[in-house]
């Protein structure tokens, strides 16, 4: 109970795969915090079993409060679909507090519902920027800040950003990754397991690659150059390569599926659940990606990581971690793996600050004196 004696409800709005590790750390040091009752919001943006409800069980996410089952769709029929569902959520029971996480559509969506009602919003991962106004997620993530009043930041970048922006210094609060609070607390249990069993590699001898932007997915002729790469990569060492299922309608529709299939070092998969996808990382050679997470998860863990794009809103995984932006330099791409082969590729200690685990305490004793 709060000072006026009225349990402050906190809606917790998730509906992309990494919105549900982000907010598990909520969830898990919630019992310390009586005086917020937190909710989960899921939108539906991700359906697929497992990106939604496996990952709730995994996490440890109690059942959503509502699930708007949004499913797929254009951004602009996504947001607002979410936009008129979410109201109607608030309208018949209105929460003291949302909060929003990351950059997906749910975030940009369920924030501007709750402004508009006068509801305070806290955005978890604020003041990421890639400076690439073609990403909807930069988008999404200016937007998002520029209507916040409580932005939880995970690194100093993100401060530098803000400030720059003009927001209120008051309402900026360096607090750490929540994602990483996750990763910490279920890595123990995702270390018993053997995913790559299933798929006949060794540990610490595959290459993990995950693909799903658009900027590398939508055209044929830069999807064909990154899978010729993954092809000779898959030459020198076997390679996992979980396909998102919108990159999966990519590759069926350029007739990529078929030829990367035909690679015998090459194993197509199906996303995984959260614990197998962390155990799979945790023993790659490698992961070659697009996902802004997992250039976060992979500093932590130690992995060198290869991103295929051509910036980053997480420059701290550079600076400090274990990932080198590839964009399409592919010279640059064969001498990563060269020194990767070699043992030389930089080794750097991730030690982030804030990145201790402890981030969702923070957050929440911060809601806890701000409502």
Known sequence: MDNTGIMRKIDVIVGARPNFMKAAALFVVAPDYPGLALRVIHTGQHYDVNMSHLFLQELGLPEPHRHL??????HAYQTATIMMRYEECVEEDRPGCCVVVGDVNSTVACALVASKLGIPVAHIEAGLRS????MPEEIN????DSISDLMFVTESSGLENLKREGRPE????????????TLLRLLPKA???????????RPDDYVYITLHRPSNVDEKTIAGEICEQIISIASRWPVVFLVHPRTRRRLDKY????KLSEQPNLHLSEPLGYMDSLSLMRRAK???TDSGGIQEESTILGIPCLTLRENTERPITVEQGTNTIIGRNWALLKSCLQQIEEGSYLKRASDIPLWDGNSGER????????L
């Open 69 to 74: 089952q949004v499913g797929s769709g254009s």
């Open 131 to 134: 400076f690439d106004r073609t």
């Open 141 to 144: 993530r200016v937007l998002t």
């Open 170 to 181: 008051s309402g900026i609060h360096l607090v750490g990754n929540t994602m990483i609070d």
């Open 191 to 201: 270390e018993e397991l053997a995913p790559w069993d299933r798929f006949a590699v």
């Open 255 to 258: 007739g990529l599926d078929r």
């Open 286 to 288: 490698l992961v070659i």
């Open 363 to 370: 957050i929440l004793q911060i809601l806890t004196d701000q």
